[in-house]
Each structure stands twice: as C-alpha cells, then as structure tokens.
C-alpha cells in the first residue's frame, strides 16, 4: 500500500534545492537534480544529525555532523564515517506536483 505525499509544485521546486517533510514515522530529504527527483532518510546513519542541514554537492548530501557522505541517488554511503546506507523513497510528479511514497522500498 502506497502513502504517497505532496512535497512540491515542480515550479516552486527549483533544481539543486532539497525540501524536507515530515511523516508520523521519520523525516524525508527530497532532492531536485536537475528536474530528477530523489527521496532519502533525511537522518545520518552515523550519528542523529538531520542531512537537511548538511550540504547538497552534486549527486552527493553531506552530513553537517561528521561529513560522511551519501549519494541522492541511491543512498549509498560514499564516504565515512558512516558504514550503512540510507532508506530510498519513490518519487513521482502528479499534476504539477512532486509527490514521495512515504511507505518506501
């Protein structure tokens, strides 16, 4: 079963900007790359440290904490200290409207 969300209209969802959302369960980063959209954990697996905060480098979120980094794309851990990779999202444009399956993969 899906729960999908509202995250954006596409045009107010500029490409290099990320919108975090929050659920009942935990918060969501979704990314724009160039009018791609990706939707990770938004929390660092290393230590609690919202990514939101941290810094977008191309495909690549950078934890503000400790710097360990991750890919947008896949959640892939690219860099430690962090050793476990991130919970993915789907995500869907409906209507003009970015959407994330909160239920994820």
């Known amino acids: 079963m899906s729960d999908w969300i509202d995250v954006a209209a596409v045009d107010e969802f500029l490409p290099g900007t990320c919108r975090k959302i929050d659920t009942d369960d935990f918060p969501i980063l979704v990314v724009n790359l160039d009018g791609r959209y990706y939707a990770i ?19 690549e979120i950078v934890c503000p904490l400790h710097g360990a980094r991750f890919s947008v794309v896949t959640g892939a851990v690219l860099a430690p200290p962090a050793i476990e990779n991130l919970r993915t999202f789907p995500v869907r444009v409906t209507d003009g409207w970015v959407e994330v399956d909160a239920e994820g993969v």
């Open 41 to 59: 954990e938004n929390t660092c697996t290393h230590e609690y440290a919202e990514l939101s905060e941290g810094k977008l480098e191309g495909e």
